[in-house]
């Protein structure tokens, strides 16, 4: 059974950084593509960045473009999302998502399996 869960949320100031770390359990990583999603209060969910499994394709939406670097190890069956100069309108519940689609080149897809989200908070 697959398990993803999430860390490395918390409060931060404006301006600074977080890692966001999802580990994998119950399957090994190499096959799968990973995104990373938020939700804020009253807004829907959005895709903020997503990794393909061949590790060679990385998408990532526009507001946190040049800001925010996913990474992925599959010897540790882990993905990390580094969120660099975070702005109060990052504030969301963090959620990471996967999908098992084999060695591809792309991550644009629906996911099938989510972790619980870890809350991030960027106030002075």
């Known amino acids: 059974q697959l398990q993803l869960v999430e860390s490395g949320g918390g409060l931060v100031q404006p301006g600074g950084s977080l890692r966001l770390s999802c580990a994998a359990s119950?399957?090994?990583?190499?096959?799968?593509?990973i995104g990373w999603f938020r939700q804020a209060p009253g807004k829907e969910r959005e895709r903020v960045s997503c990794i393909s499994s061949s590790d060679r394709y990385r998408y990532y939406a526009d507001s946190v473009k040049g800001r925010f670097a996913i990474s992925r190890d599959n010897a540790k069956n882990t993905v990390y999302l580094q969120m660099n100069s975070l702005k109060p309108e990052d504030t969301a519940v963090y959620y990471c998502?996967?999908?098992?689609?084999?060695?591809?080149?792309?991550?644009?897809?629906?996911?099938?399996?989510w972790g619980q989200g870890t809350q991030v908070t960027v106030s002075s």
């Open positions: 119950g399957i090994t990583l190499n096959n799968y593509i």
């Open positions: 998502a996967a999908k098992e689609l084999g060695y591809i080149d792309y991550c644009g897809y629906e996911y099938d399996y």
